[in-house]
């Protein structure tokens, strides 16, 4: 799983390229070993970290911390906000699946899920 390419105006080329390249590596590697990627947005999987109210007050906010904060209750240690998104985003897959992560199930009212 890995978070979908948003491109936003803002964006530099040398950004988009580094992006859509490390996403084309992940897939390649995938397909290699049958894999099928599946890519989420960002809010796809923030609606399985968050609850309404949370994502309503980080909306606008750099979403890093509050990321790194929900992985830390979830028992991580992620070094910093991509690792925590990346855990975001692979506890999200789990859930899709209807898989019960250990840490879900330690868990159980942490968050909101969609």
Request: hydrophobic share 40%; with cysteine.
């Amino acid at each position: 799983v890995h978070e979908q390419v948003v491109q936003k105006r803002t964006d530099k080329r040398e950004k988009l390229v580094a992006l859509y390249g490390l996403v084309a590596v992940v897939e390649l590697f995938g397909a290699s070993r049958g894999i099928v990627p599946v890519p989420y947005d960002s809010g796809q999987w923030r609606m399985s970290a968050f609850s309404t109210e949370e994502r309503k007050a980080i909306k606008g906010r750099d979403w890093k911390q509050p990321a790194i904060d929900r992985c830390r209750q979830l028992g991580f240690d992620p070094k910093d906000g991509d690792e925590a998104e990346a855990i975001l985003i692979l506890d999200h897959h789990l859930i899709v699946g209807r898989v019960i992560s250990k840490w879900r199930a330690e868990n159980p009212f942490l968050c909101t899920v969609a």
